[in-house]
């Protein structure tokens, strides 16, 4: 009798993992239908912003395809933009035509489409490359005038990296806060190529306004006033040069493990 009892609970233990299985097959199906049919035309097919309207548009649109840029956003997080939308990020907009992405609950979207959504969305990321912080001295020895900047203003939220896991990010963390979106990884070519140098000059001169509903994070201060335009445009130089020299670093370790 015991074992007939055994018997019987395993097999409603596989039971529900069959339909768990199948339930989470049909929402990525649901999700992939979703993504074709509203987020294609702007993210593109296969998650990497690269159609026309996508390149028409100012940032051009997260590459979805990017896991660098993923893992830092919350399901929480991403569901809230899909279902409430994101509006323009800058303080002082005028003058800068800038892209929003429209609320897709006004589209006709239900809660649970958009988690079939965000579960496809997880599921087109391209393969992690490694990461490594070989050579950051010698990296940062080549802009000996703007080091001391960016660890004056941006280190604290950016990190020493530039990997977005500043020691205030990383405090907030500790203090289990949810923290949503985190500061961007300048270390992401993909993430940096989506802005031209003018739209981080107006960023980083103006700020950026909270985009979170509800957010629990402060937003980006200006820093036009306290670090001039000059300045500005050498502390783009060093983020962009942080991405290139992390992509190359990668692409050594990718072809030394092969």
């Not at 399901?75 to 800068?96: N, R």
């Not at 609320?103 to 649970?112: A, D, R």
Request: with cysteine; aromatic share 8%; hydrophobic share 35%.
């Amino acid at each position: 009798m015991v074992s007939g009892m055994r018997e019987k609970g395993w097999l409603l233990i596989f039971g529900v993992f069959v339909w768990m299985a199948t339930v989470a097959k049909a929402e990525a199906q649901q999700g992939k239908a979703i993504y074709e049919k509203v987020c294609k035309t702007c993210h593109g097919k296969t998650g990497m912003s690269d159609e026309p309207t996508s390149k028409a548009l100012k940032p051009i649109p997260f590459l979805l395809a990017d896991w660098q840029t993923l893992e830092r956003w919350s399901d929480a997080y991403l569901k809230q933009v899909i279902m409430k939308g994101k509006s323009s990020t800058f303080t002082k907009p005028e003058g800068f035509v800038l892209n929003e992405m429209p609320s897709f609950k006004k589209e006709g979207l239900t809660l649970e489409q958009v988690k079939g959504l965000v579960k496809y969305v997880r599921a087109i990321q391209k393969e992690k490359p490694p990461a490594t912080d070989e050579g950051m001295k010698q990296f940062n020895s080549k802009f000996p005038d703007v080091v001391p900047l960016y660890q004056k203003h941006c280190e604290r939220c950016h990190g020493k990296y530039g990997d977005g896991n500043g020691p205030d990010i990383e405090k907030a963390k500790q203090e289990k806060k949810d923290l949503q979106p985190l500061p961007p990884n300048y270390r992401n070519d993909l993430f940096m190529n989506r802005f031209t140098d003018d739209t981080l000059e107006k960023i980083i001169f103006e700020g950026r306004k909270n985009v979170t509903v509800g957010g629990k994070i402060s937003p980006m201060a200006g820093f036009g006033n306290q670090v001039g335009e000059q300045n500005i445009k050498d502390l783009i130089a060093y983020i962009r040069s942080l991405a290139k020299a992390n992509k190359e670093a990668s692409a050594k370790t990718t072809q030394k493990t092969r």
